[in-house]
């Protein structure tokens, strides 16, 4: 439970309903649930419509353990598009707005995205906000259903009040590169996080390093994530097959489940990689999952504003990541140097190759004073820009906004 409360006190009820596909784990969840948890005080009312979660996706609805949210389930909004279950959905979505009567729908992710706002524009409400965790016009589908899936968005963005991002280089690519949303409706918001507890840290750092056998001189590389083919695990082990080839004295941990967990034990085995490589599956207790490794990673062929880059920084962990996305604006003072950039807090890998990858991360393993330097300046940097504080702030702005008469 937050302990921030709304500088503004409206004088009558705002209900605002949160719209997200499911509670799986990942940002959008933790942001969502965020959201929903805070507005509902203080003359806010919140009501959070999810899906199911998917098998091997990881569940977070623990989150709603002792919150005072009102959440109401639609089992049919799932991932895949079926237009059977998806119609279903969208009639059950107009009868919890009926019911509910929502001043502002704000909606999450791309299956929350369309049926939330479908049936707010159904019941001409007149407050509709999306969120861009990331975008799926990219690296997702081929390219007959990404036209769609584009013109669709394009259509529902005509429909919207307000559109966020959560980078500035995620408002380029969605006003300019893809054409999605007007200029003038989208703004960037980046993320907010509760990092207390990635701050302090320090003495768990045996929490992941013993399971794995890993000394205390041994180092150990992180990546934290849904095992999905956009978050590209395979060109991870393979950079760890590049590393290993000059170092024995590295492990690497993969953070996550999901639908390519198989194939990619199966890589693990065909590389004879497997002593160095361990699946950890998903773990509650991030902070400590943080604590016992010395790099984190990120592989990705797209992506938002990852929140597990932003809590490795926060646990003083420099970053290696593939240039993609919003990534980028996490990294501070980029200078170019062949085919990666060096920040003060990472190194991003601009070319999509294993061994330059890897040439990165042996960098790192081999300087302990900048990996030092690297991972105070990540720290300083998100304790700044990404507060709990500041985005809920920036939001309660954003929604008394659109309601001049809540002000």
Not at 3 to 13: H, L, T
Not at 51 to 59: A, H, P
Not at 136 to 144: I, K, L, Q
């Amino acid at each position: 439970m937050d302990s921030f409360y709304p500088v503004n006190r409206p004088s009558m009820e705002i209900r605002i309903a949160q719209i997200v596909s499911r509670l799986n784990i990942g940002g959008p969840a933790i942001y969502t649930v965020m959201l929903a948890n805070h507005f509902s005080r203080q003359n806010f009312r919140s009501l959070l419509v999810t899906g199911r979660e998917l098998e091997k996706e990881g569940d977070m609805s623990y989150l709603l353990k002792d919150s005072r949210i009102a959440n109401q389930v639609i089992p049919q909004m799932q991932r895949e598009i079926n237009p059977v279950k998806d119609m279903a959905c969208l009639l059950q979505m107009v009868k919890i707005f009926k019911r509910f009567k929502p001043h502002i729908v704000h909606t999450h992710t791309a299956k929350a995205g369309f049926i939330g706002r479908a049936a707010a524009v159904l019941l001409g409400i007149r407050n509709i906000v999306h969120t861009y965790h990331g975008h799926t016009f990219a690296h997702y589908f081929g390219p007959v259903k990404n036209r769609i899936l584009l013109n669709i968005e394009r259509a529902m963005a005509h429909h919207t009040t307000k559109l966020i991002a959560v980078t500035r280089q995620q408002v380029c690519d969605l006003v300019n590169k893809f054409r999605v949303v007007p200029a003038a409706k989208i703004i960037e918001m980046p993320h907010g996080l509760d990092l207390t507890g990635f701050i302090h840290n320090a003495s768990r750092r045996r929490y992941i390093r013993s399971r794995i056998s890993a000394g205390n001189n041994d180092i150990v590389v992180g990546i934290v994530g849904r095992l999905y083919a956009i978050k590209a695990h395979d060109f991870f082990l393979e950079t760890a097959a590049n590393v290993l080839e000059k170092r024995k004295d590295i492990h690497f941990v993969i953070v996550g489940d999901g639908d390519e967990r198989a194939k990619l034990e199966s890589i693990v085995k065909n590389k004879n990689i497997g002593s160095n490589v361990h699946f950890l599956g998903w773990e509650k207790d991030m902070p400590s999952v943080y604590a016992g490794m010395d790099i984190i990673t990120l592989t990705s062929l797209n992506e938002g504003s990852p929140f597990s880059l932003i809590e490795g920084m926060a646990s003083g962990l420099p970053s290696v990541s593939t240039s993609v996305g919003g990534v980028p604006d996490l990294f501070i003072d980029a200078r170019k140097e062949g085919d990666i950039r060096i920040a003060k807090n990472g190194i991003l890998v601009d070319k999509r190759d294993s061994q330059v990858f890897a040439s990165a991360l042996i960098m790192l393993a081999d300087n302990v004073q900048l990996r030092k330097d690297m991972g105070n300046a990540a720290r300083k940097f998100v304790l700044e820009q990404f507060t709990r504080e500041r985005f809920l702030k920036d939001m309660e702005n954003l929604y008394l906004s659109l309601l001049p008469w809540a002000r």
